[in-house]
C-alpha cells in the first residue's frame, strides 16, 4: 500500500503554482484551469531539459530536484549562471514570445518539474480570455519587478545611472 493519498500530490503541485509569483494573483479556480495542462516530467542528473537556442516549448516548474542554467559559447564551452531549486521556474517568456532560449538547462540531480506546454498553454488563454488577461497582467508584474531589480543593480548609491547610460 503506498504511503500517499490518492490526489494529494495534485493538491500540493496546485499548492505550488499558487505560490509562484507569476500566479499569485490568480485564484483557486484560475490555478486549477492551469493545472489541467500541467504535466510532470522527472530527469536523470546530467540530462538536458531545455538547449540553448532552441524553440522554447514550455514553462518549467521545479517540483524536486536541482537544475543548473548554462550559458554556451564557441567550441561548447560551457559558463554557469546559476542554479535553481524546488518552487523555481523557467522558461516563462517562452510562453509569451517566440524566440530561441537564451541558455541550456541541464539536471544537476534527479529533477520532477511541472510542464506547462505552450501549445496546451495558448490554446487554454484562446478559449478563456478572463484568464488570459489575469495571466498576462501577472506576466507584465513579474517584468517589471524584474526590470525594477535590474534597475537596482546598475544604478550607483547616489541614485544616478553608472557611466555608459
Known sequence: MSG?????????GIELFQRLAIFRGLNYDDTMRLW??????TFRPGETIVDQGALG???YVIRSG???VLSVGAGDH????????SGELFG???LVDEVLTSARVTAVS???????????FDDLLARDQGLALKVYKAFCRTLSDKLRRLHGLVTAPTGKMNAGE
Not at 6 to 11: N, P, R, T, V, Y
Not at 36 to 41: G, V
Not at 78 to 85: D, H, K, R, V
Open 92 to 94: 516563462e517568456m517562452t
Open 4 to 12: 500517499t493519498l490518492e490526489g494529494f500530490d495534485e493538491l500540493a
Open 110 to 120: 534527479e529533477v520532477t518539474l511541472f510542464v506547462l506546454p505552450r501549445e496546451a
Open 57 to 59: 516549448q514550455a514553462l
Open 36 to 41: 489541467t495542462i500541467a504535466r510532470t516530467e
Open 66 to 68: 536541482t537544475v543548473r
Open 78 to 85: 560551457a559558463t554557469e549562471l546559476g542554479q535553481m531549486g
